[in-house]
């Protein structure tokens, strides 16, 4: 099976890609990755759970994070696959570079 390139799929969508990051320490549940996503944007990003599991959906269609079992059924976790975490490197540094084209063009300036 040829590898997949993980460029294929960018640019992500913010939300994707927050929910990637969210995931990027370890299996967690829905609930602690609205909460994780929450704290990361210090507050500006608040998924529904609609948004979050739909997204999920995605990223289970996609191959980029997996479903794991827990001992509580009603509780589903999930964890990125190594081609999840290839994508979100890859997105990562392509937003690295959209930011550097940014500040070359002195639209980016942080203020001390």
């Known amino acids: 099976m040829a590898k997949r390139d993980p460029l294929l799929l960018l640019p992500l969508s913010p939300a994707m890609f927050y929910v990637l990051v969210a995931l990027a ?20 990003v608040r998924l529904s759970t609609g948004t979050l599991y739909g997204i999920i959906k995605r990223l289970l269609a996609d191959g980029l994070v997996h479903e794991q079992s827990t001992d509580d059924p009603r509780r589903r976790a999930y964890q990125l696959t190594s081609f999840g ?26 203020e001390a």
């Open 25 to 44: 320490d370890g299996q967690t549940h829905g609930y602690a990755i609205l909460k994780e996503v929450e704290q990361l944007t210090s507050g500006e």
């Open 85 to 110: 975490r290839d994508v979100a490197k890859a997105e990562a540094m392509r937003l690295e570079q959209t930011l550097a084209i940014a500040k070359r063009k002195a639209l980016f300036k942080r």
